[in-house]
Each structure stands twice: as C-alpha cells, then as structure tokens.
C-alpha cells in the first residue's frame, strides 16, 4: 500500500487526520466487526434522515485550489491500481474468479455493484468476504464479547480517566448532539466510539432500520443461494488490529472525529462518488485534503498503515490463495485493499495469478 506516513504532522493535525482514516476505516476498510459492534447504539439513537448529504470535496477544490488538486492527482496517479473496483483473477488451468473492492455502506448505488460483479457473482460457487461471522449478528456479538479487552476498558476505567476536563466537555457535547450520552459509552475504547459517530446520520438511520451494507448483503445472498462462504478474518483479529494502536492517538482522533461536523458527511459525499468513478486511488489524498499540512516529526502513519492495510492484506491474500486455487469464486473486501505495492491486486499477481481490471 502506499505510504501515508509522509509528509510528517504534529499531534493535533495527526489527530485529524487519523479521524479521517476512522471514517475510511468503517467504510472502506475493516467492516465487519465495527458494525456488529455499533448496531444497539445507532438503533436507539439514529436520526430519522436517510437521505445522505454532503458536498463533493473534489468539485470544491476544482474551483478554490486547481493547483492542489492536481497534486492530489499526480499523487493518486502514483498509486498502482488506483483504478478500478472489479477485478477478474486467472490462471491456467482453473476457471476465473473475480475480485471486487467494497464499500461497507447501505448506499443503494454502491449495492448495484459496477456492470458485470452481479453477473460474476450470480455464477460463481464460492463468496469470500473478510469475515464470514457477519452472517450472524449473535454469533458475532458472542464471539466479540469472549474479548472484552478489545473493545472496553478494564480495572473499572473509563474514558474519563483518560480525559483532561476540557476534552472531556467537548467528547460530551460532540456525543450529545448525536444523541449519545456519554455515560452510556464511556466504558468503550476511544477508537469504538469514533466508529460509530463516524457514520453520518443517514447511514445510522437505514443500518437501524435492518439495510444491509454491501459485504453483509453478498454474504447473505450467497447463503440463500446456496453458495459456499468463506471469511478471510476474525472478528477478533480486527479488533486486535484496531487495539494495537497507541490509546493516546485514538483519543485525539475521537475528539477529532466529533469535531469534523457536517465534513464527515462531505467526506463519504467524496469518497462514494470516488469509489463509484473507480478511482480508488484519489480517496486518501482526498482525506489528507481535509485536514491540516503541518510538518513534525512522527511514525504513527506508517503504524496504522502497516497494522491496519498491509499486515491485513497479507494475511488475506495467504487465505484467499487456496480458495481462488480452485477457482469460480467471487472475491469481496474493502476497496483500499485493493490498491498500491502491498495491496490485493499486486499480492495475488505474486502467487501467480493474473488480475485484470474488469470494469
């Protein structure tokens, strides 16, 4: 995956920054297990908009900063296989497989699918997916709860405990104009409660009313019709991979993430039409946009990257071999696993497949 570790940013503009890699993390990135995890909530507290909103960031930069834009494409141009969402995986002697990048939301355009997955899915035998556990919502509930650590603080702490007063004002009022008291989260790590106040309002509005997002719907679908599923991850090793992060970073991030408003709705207006388009690649110069261009020294971005994409693409790309070995199957992960050096696309090509854009 490329690298978003450079140029490097102080801590409040780190902290911005990893709020923004949240957003993309709930929708691009690591599904399953942050949605299981936030369903009770937005239930009791969605808004009762469901039409998303939002402004194009791109279209705002054409007008107000052509220069930067273009740096921010020169940059996603630099990113191999930065284009594209549908993929088609082959090799002798098997019959071909496929491989699209997701996004983990209820929008019914990303749940069309681009021109030819619905047909390569309807045909094939086996549907992987990160983790299968998100077929059953209380087998994952279980399963997450065997781990408390991951998700919860323990030695009755809470976030409080890790708040100055000031902080602890803002992450109250951030939480309560989102219809959340805070003493119904504050057992949670920083980093779960920034994923659910991550999603905009209309996403917590349709995921409360049972719409599935578009990993859930496949595996679903692939159930009833009698397909072979299969899951590249846990749960657990999500979460884990979530948790490994330094608490500190993960709190700036939740203040961050409240503090971002009505760009959290601008943002996911951007990164849809972007993963819609297929360009895959723009989406995380898109992000870095947002936030502020501080220089300081720090390696925090080159450890979310490393945990968080590329240990995860390895780790998939290893499970996914053997079953894309005997082919026909129809392959679905978060779209930023597809792209760059370390990504899906490049990993399968060096177990000997061949994998051409097909859309």
Same mark, same amino acid.
């Given at each position: 995956?490329?690298?978003?570790?450079?140029?490097?940013?102080?801590?409040?503009?780190?902290?911005?920054?990893?709020?923004?890699?949240?957003?993309?993390?709930?929708?691009?990135?690591?599904?399953?297990?942050?949605?299981?995890?936030?369903?009770?909530?937005?239930?009791?507290?969605?808004?009762? #908009?469901?039409?998303? /909103?939002?402004?194009?960031?791109?279209?705002?930069?054409?007008?107000?900063?052509?220069?930067?834009?273009?740096?921010?494409?020169?940059?996603?141009?630099?990113?191999?296989?930065?284009?594209?969402?549908?993929?088609?995986?082959?090799?002798?002697?098997?019959?071909?497989?496929?491989?699209?990048?997701?996004?983990?939301?209820?929008?019914?355009?990303?749940?069309?699918?681009?021109?030819?997955?619905?047909?390569?899915?309807?045909?094939?035998?086996?549907?992987?997916?990160?983790?299968?556990?998100?077929?059953?919502?209380?087998?994952?509930?279980?399963?997450?709860?065997?781990?408390?650590?991951?998700?919860?603080?323990?030695?009755?702490?809470?976030?409080?405990?890790?708040?100055?007063?000031?902080?602890? #004002?803002?992450?109250?009022?951030?939480?309560?104009?989102?219809?959340?008291?805070?003493?119904?989260?504050?057992?949670?790590?920083?980093?779960?409660?920034?994923?659910?106040?991550?999603?905009?309002?209309?996403?917590?509005?349709?995921?409360?009313? /049972?719409?599935?997002?578009?990993?859930?719907?496949?595996?679903?679908?692939?159930?009833?019709?009698?397909?072979?599923?299969?899951?590249?991850?846990?749960?657990?090793?999500?979460?884990?991979?979530?948790?490994?992060?330094?608490?500190?970073?993960?709190?700036?991030?939740?203040?961050?993430?409240?503090?971002?408003?009505?760009?959290?709705?601008?943002?996911?207006?951007?990164?849809?039409?972007?993963?819609?388009?297929?360009?895959?690649?723009?989406?995380?110069?898109?992000?870095?946009?947002?936030?502020?261009?501080?220089?300081?020294?720090?390696?925090?971005?080159?450890?979310?990257?490393?945990?968080?994409?590329?240990?995860?693409?390895?780790?998939?790309?290893?499970?996914?071999?053997?079953?894309?070995?005997?082919?026909?199957?129809?392959?679905?992960? /978060?779209?930023?696993?597809?792209? /760059?050096?370390?990504?899906?696309?490049?990993?399968?090509?060096?177990?000997?497949?061949?994998?051409?854009?097909?859309?």
């Amino acid at each position: 995956m490329y690298s978003i570790a450079k140029p490097a940013r102080n801590l409040a503009a780190r902290a911005a920054d990893m709020a923004l890699w949240l957003i993309a993390l709930i929708h691009l990135l690591l599904a399953a297990s942050l949605i299981a995890m936030v369903a009770s909530i937005s239930q009791a507290h969605a808004a009762t #908009e469901a039409i998303c /909103g939002g402004t194009n960031i791109i279209t705002g930069l054409e007008k107000t900063d052509p220069a930067k834009l273009a740096r921010l494409k020169a940059e996603a141009d630099a990113i191999p296989n930065g284009k594209g969402i549908f993929w088609k995986i082959e090799k002798d002697g098997i019959a071909p497989s496929w491989l699209l990048g997701t996004m983990h939301v209820t929008d019914p355009r990303v749940l069309a699918m681009p021109t030819g997955a619905a047909d390569a899915f309807a045909t094939a035998s086996t549907v992987i997916i990160e983790s299968d556990e998100i077929i059953d919502e209380k087998k994952s509930a279980a399963a997450i709860l065997m781990r408390p650590d991951l998700t919860m603080f323990a030695d009755n702490k809470t976030i409080n405990d890790f708040l100055n007063p000031e902080d602890r #004002e803002r992450l109250e009022r951030g939480l309560k104009e989102r219809g959340i008291p805070l003493t119904l989260v504050a057992k949670m790590k920083p980093w779960m409660i920034a994923s659910f106040v991550a999603l905009p309002a209309c996403e917590m509005t349709r995921k409360a009313a /049972g719409a599935s997002f578009l990993d859930k719907k496949l595996a679903e679908d692939a159930v009833s019709h009698g397909k072979t599923l299969k899951g590249l991850e846990t749960l657990i090793e999500q979460l884990a991979a979530m948790d490994s992060l330094p608490t500190e970073l993960h709190l700036r991030a939740l203040i961050e993430t409240l503090a971002l408003g009505k760009t959290i709705d601008d943002v996911l207006a951007t990164t849809t039409d972007l993963y819609l388009s297929g360009d895959t690649g723009m989406i995380m110069p898109m992000m870095k946009a947002v936030s502020e261009d501080v220089a300081s020294e720090d390696a925090s971005y080159a450890d979310f990257e490393q945990r968080i994409i590329i240990d995860r693409n390895k780790t998939m790309a290893t499970r996914a071999e053997p079953i894309l070995g005997n082919g026909n199957a129809f392959m679905a992960v /978060g779209a930023l696993h597809l792209a /760059g050096d370390e990504g899906l696309v490049e990993l399968l090509k060096r177990q000997g497949f061949s994998v051409t854009r097909a859309n």
